[in-house]
Antibody
Framework: QVHLVESGGGVVQPGGSLRLSCEASEFTFSTYGMHWVRQAPGAGLEWVAFIHYETSIKYHAESVKGRFTISRDNSKKTLYLQMNSLRAEDTAVYYC????????????????WGQGTAVTVSS | QSALTQPPSASGSPGQSVTISCTGTSSDIGTYKYVSWYQQHPAKAPKLLIYEVSKRPSGVPDRFSGSKSGNTASLTVSGLQAEDEADYYCCSYAGGNIHYVFGTGTKVTVL
């Protein structure tokens, strides 16, 4: 069964850094685009970042641009999110999620989700 | 870019239908066919229900259907069941620097 497992969340002070990881299994990780989506406590979902399967194409939401960086290591089947200059408003559960692809075309939807990892930014 | 607008809540009795609207703009829903819907139970990860406005991934019951008109997309849940009680989010591709925008979420209650 296709599986995504996030790790690396925790409590960090404002201005601090964290690196989230997401390990994939049971699918050809290296051939799929991947995303990070977050959900603040009691709030809705917010798209954070996307990385193409070839790693050269990356997009970040305006709210995290310049502070967060998405990356991946296809040899380790792992997706990352480096988060720097963290703010209280970055407090959320962070989900990694796989881009849905049909016949080689991106469907621009998220079909597999991890269980999420919680990040709390607080002094 | 503001979130897409959804009603905060919707409800129906078992067996009935409920429709959730998702209102965006000409920059997102009005332009792109890439509208998706997600179901989220408490403390669980979201689950994809609908993609490209009206397509269902394998394993999603045909009780769930989607449509779009202009800048507004809709999700209809027919034959409501107790397990349909959850939060539902729409999402649209928006291109440019925005890329993806989610809806505000709708809590569906099965009476």
């Amino acid at each position: 069964q296709v599986h995504l497992v996030e790790s690396g969340g925790g409590v960090v002070q404002p201005g601090g850094s964290l690196r989230l990881s997401c390990e994939a299994s049971e699918f050809t990780f290296s051939t799929y685009g991947m995303h990070w989506v977050r959900q603040a406590p009691g709030a809705g979902l917010e798209w954070v970042a996307f990385i193409h399967y070839e790693t050269s194409i990356k997009y970040h939401a305006e709210s995290v641009k310049g502070r967060f960086t998405i990356s991946r290591d296809n040899s380790k089947k792992t997706l990352y999110l480096q988060m720097n200059s963290l703010r209280a408003e970055d407090t959320a559960v962070y989900y990694c999620t796989k881009e849905k692809v049909t016949d080689g075309e991106y469907d621009k939807a998220f079909d597999i989700w991890g269980q999420g990892t919680a990040v709390t930014v607080s002094s | 870019q503001s979130a897409l607008t959804q009603p905060p809540s919707a409800s129906g009795s078992p067996g009935q239908s409920v429709t959730i609207s998702c209102t965006g703009t000409s920059s997102d829903i009005g332009t792109y066919k890439y509208v998706s819907w997600y179901q989220q139970h408490p403390a669980k990860a979201p689950k994809l229900l609908i993609y490209e406005v009206s397509k269902r991934p394998s394993g999603v019951p045909d009780r769930f259907s989607g449509s779009k008109s202009g800048n507004t997309a809709s999700l209809t849940v027919s034959g409501l069941q107790a397990e349909d009680e959850a939060d539902y989010y729409c999402c649209s591709y928006a291109g440019g620097n925005i890329h993806y925008v989610f809806g505000t979420g709708t809590k569906v209650t099965v009476l």
